[in-house]
Nanobody, 119 residues
Framework: QVQLVESGGGLVQPGGSLRLSCAASGSIFSIVAMTWYRQAPGKERELVATITSGTNIRYAESVKGRFTISRDNTKNTAYLQMNNLKPEDTAVYYC?????????????WGQGTQVTVSA
């Protein structure tokens, strides 16, 4: 079994920063990609940032220049550093990992962590 655990969400004022973590554990041979998504109330889930095993990185236009995704392969952990946060960044942030679990390549989701940007 594979588990993803997110942490680091919370309440922050506009202009503030937060750092999210996503730790994968269990039967993991290798991780292909780790991606952060978010879902605001009444809106569809959207991709925020993704990083592959080859360190290729892609960001949503709305977060370019403010968010930075990184990963620590030794810890099977991905991070999302969020700076200059805006109220429109308020959402539940989910981590997704595509990985080889010794049987096949499959995608897994974390439980989500709430980020609220408000004065």
């Amino acid at each position: 079994q594979v588990q993803l655990v997110e942490s680091g969400g919370g309440l922050v004022q506009p202009g503030g920063s937060l750092r999210l973590s996503c730790a994968a554990s269990g039967s993991i041979f290798s991780i292909v990609a780790m991606t952060w998504y978010r879902q605001a109330p009444g809106k569809e889930r959207e991709l925020v940032a993704t990083i592959t095993s080859g360190t290729n990185i892609r960001y949503a236009e709305s977060v370019k220049g403010r968010f930075t995704i990184s990963r620590d392969n030794t810890k099977n952990t991905a991070y999302l550093q969020m700076n200059n946060l805006k109220p429109e960044d308020t959402a539940v942030y989910y981590c997704n990992a595509v990985l080889n679990n010794y049987n096949n390549v499959a995608g897994y989701w974390g439980q989500g962590t709430q980020v609220t940007v408000s004065a």
